[in-house]
């Protein structure tokens, strides 16, 4: 059921372009704001800018699903209240909801812009010059005043009454906006509410405003020109409510608490009284560390911050003894500006800055080897990384670069050494590492001439290595990490690839609304396909379907389908093997029981292997095509991994490669003996999908891994 409307007086063009929320949510536009339940669009039509804020989910309190308003209905309601009370807003121009079997579904609400505004904590960040007036000044406090006196006179509180959300335009007015948590309470909670009102004010205030001009704000709000003993205690209560927490500077407790959210721009006090301001966060390791580019002293830095509550010191001090130790046996790595304690608690280091310069990641070889030369260097000067991969790697106007000192420390026995460059191997995709290990040992031993490097050690301790960066990397694809967001509720379960979780909200949200939205690609009882559109990318959901209630009860306590898929596809592309990219897993639960799943991936636009054979039965199949099938499952047999579905159509060419596809049967087999016997089923499977005798039978046949 949709409940849609479109308020009278809105103009032509934009009430078609708003026309129900199937039009609203296939809006495009300027996206201005996001997070994990709502995504704010700014549109333009015949001159006018529109904000379209759509809400997908429901956060964190899926019981809102069933009781309670949802936000999207609180914030309208709110917007409609704030003018009837005659309180300044952005106007409202259409809003509504979805729900699905009573359940609430999706749901937007569209303002029209308000020309020339700024919010009043941008203009506080900015040093703006109109801050300086008292007539401006004490032109927007009065009316700030005057707001928050008719909310609070109503038994309404904001809920989030802070400078951001209050707009103010050339001529000063100001604008109250973004009210979703907002409502009506009653003593004795009403009290603590206008409290919290008044100190999200005055937490910036403080920093921009006199005490003088402070308490006229609250004599203008009470309509008082004097204070009595209750208006003392209230503002005693006012000024400690935020007590340790500064609105234009955080410190480690605030970094803490941001979680992987942790906002930039943001200023960090040092113990030495200066200032560093960081522009931009490029990791963030929850609660623990953090590194981003600021400025410091009026140079541009990389800022390293170690901010945990227990063991950030010894983390500091490992980072300084580390760039100390490279500096000191003349390695290459960035300088280093400054280091001391952050204000407080907490410890920071500071290094220049390489602007440009990139991780060898994907590398050439030329690149590559410059990486094992120089970690040749660092085992002949007694240095290695624990943890060596090629992002604690930089290179910069052509030259290589060592960053991450905290993993630095000396070498001991030779064996040590070895597994150091056996880690480093395994960072390479298996294939790669086959091909270029001779030329990289050649450039490691020119880093490193007197080590005596055991081959068959040397391919041992890569193969441990390879599997425990194997086991740990599927350890993190169903666990909340740096790499992945993840999320275990009553209700569902859902791991998202971290970098699209912002991306592939709207889908995550509601899987089934998108997929009934789709082009179909597959329609069975088991399972469900079809292709979609989000955003000019192009996507797959496959939805893996409950049969029947004894189906149900067989599944509600195995993982599902897809989440085998989702494992076994980051397998593969671990290991090199090429499928198309899997970006989510959502499992429909009731506490431990699991439901109906869904797996969303890339979509590669290219034809299935039995599509595109069709035509080659007589004069067999192309040799880029046999030697790609030779390759792909000689890297299957090679890592016992039996598909258990060869069916043609589960195999996409992509240029000269093979994908794999419907991996829900895939398994990885520890023994050798289990392997085999599965692989001769995969085998006799794959040769099935052409006629018997037939020459596309014989040719694969003849390229294929034998039976046995």
Known sequence: MSEWRVLPGVEAAAAARFADLDAVFALE??????????????????????????????GKKPLRRWFGTPRVQLEWENLQRFAAWGIPTARLVAYGLERQGGLFARGALITEEIPGTNDLHRLARSQDPRLESQPWRDGVSAQVADIARRMHRRRFVHGDLKWRNLLVDAAGKVFLIDCPSGGFWWPPFLEYRIVKDLACLDKVARRQFSRTRRLRFYLDYMQKTTLDEADKRRIRRIVGFFAGRDEDRDNAETLRAGGRRVLAPCTLALDDGRDLAIERWLRVLPGKRLTGIGRWNGQVVLAKL????????????????????????????????????LEGAGFFVLTEYLDGAGSPGDAALDVLSKVFETVGLMHARSLLQEDVHLGNFLIWEDKLYIIDGDAVRPAGAARECLDNLALLFAQLPPAACSAMQPSLLVAYRKGNPDFIVDATQLETSIVRARERRLADYLDKCLRDCSLFKVARRTDRFFSVVRSEADFLAPLVADPDAWLEQGTPLKRGRSATLALVELEGRKLVIKRYNIKSAGHAVSRAWRPSRAWHSWVEAHRLRFLGIA???????????????????????????????????????????????????????????????GHGDLKATNFILNGHELCVLDLDAMRHYDSEAAWRKAWMKDRARFLRNWPEGSALQRQFSDVLPPPT
């Not at 170690?306 to 300088?335: C, M, N, Q, Y």
């Not at 439901?595 to 054979?613: K, S």
């Open 29 to 58: 536009g300027e996206i201005v704001a996001k997070d994990s339940i709502t995504r704010t669009v700014r549109a333009e039509i015949n001159g006018r800018r529109y904000y379209v804020k759509r809400y997908h989910g429901l």
């Open 306 to 341: 170690f901010v945990a509550a227990r063991g950030s010191e010894r983390h500091w001090l490992r980072e300084r003894r580390g760039i100390d130790s490279l500096s000191k046996d003349g390695l290459p790595t960035p300088k280093l500006i400054a280091s001391g304690r």
């Open 579 to 641: 499928t198309p990219r899997p970006l989510a897993l959502i499992e429909r639960r009731l506490g431990p029981l699991r439901g109906r799943a869904w797996l969303v991936t890339e979509y590669c636009e290219v034809q299935n292997l039995q599509d595109f054979l069709a035509g080659h039965a007589e004069r067999g199949a192309p040799a880029e095509v046999l030697e790609a099938a030779r390759r792909l499952f000689t890297r299957l047999a090679a890592e016992r991994i």
